[in-house]
């Protein structure tokens, strides 16, 4: 019998970005949906994420926390659906590369320019994506040089980063550059994207 897959969530959150791995995977799953008042600080989720943030994947026994580590441990766990390169495979490097380039540099420079922080100048070797503009422009090429991040072949790495641009064009934070906006219009109708986004979106919708 199957390991249990239970994602911590919340549609307004990065679990959004888990929920799209997950119907990658092809494999069944539940959502626990957490309030951001109550039940995400209660005792009960922070024994699974003391952080007390999400999402988080329960797999069986493991726990698995951080939006881009979920994402690449199911492409792994579930090697059937194709969202990794294999080891030996040169696509791997490009594959972690860009996956961790979204969850460290684009998660940082988009969250200092949202609160507003700048880098003294000169500072710019002290933090991990020296610019802002630096670190989009790096993007922007990597999503220009191959169909998808790792090469010729959509992965999850995909799925973490491209989320990453698919929030900053939402939300005006990232210059809808043409760029962009192809590769996001490329990954986004995917139909495991569609059913992902279709799921959360309906938690969001107001009850009657």
């Not at 019998?1 to 307004?12: F, Q």
């Not at 790495?157 to 698919?166: K, L, M, V």
Request: aromatic share 10%; proline share 7%; with cysteine.
């Amino acid at each position: 019998m199957a390991e249990a897959l239970v994602l911590y969530s919340n549609p307004m959150s990065r679990g959004r970005t888990a929920r799209w791995m997950l119907e990658e995977t092809g494999q069944p799953y539940r959502v626990e949906n957490l309030d951001y008042g109550t039940t995400l600080k209660a005792p009960e989720y922070l024994a699974i994420n003391p952080m007390g943030k999400i999402p988080a994947l329960l797999h069986g026994e493991t726990i698995v926390t951080e939006c881009a580590a979920i994402c690449a441990y199911l492409a792994d766990a579930f090697p059937a659906a194709g969202l990794a390169p294999k080891a030996g495979d040169p696509a791997r490097g490009a594959y972690f590369r860009w996956l961790f380039f979204g969850a460290g540099p684009i998660e940082a420079a988009i969250t200092n320019k949202i609160l507003g922080v700048q880098i003294p100048p000169g500072r710019e070797r002290a933090v991990g994506y020296g610019s802002f503009e630096t670190a989009i422009d790096v993007l922007e090429q990597a999503v220009s040089a191959t169909p998808y991040l790792a090469g010729a072949a959509f992965s999850a790495a995909d799925i973490y980063t491209g989320s990453q641009i698919g929030m900053g064009l939402r939300f005006g934070m990232i210059e809808p550059r043409a760029a962009f906006t192809e590769y996001w219009t490329r990954i986004s109708t995917r139909p495991a994207a569609i059913r992902a986004a279709a799921l959360d979106d309906a938690l969001l919708a107001p009850k009657e």
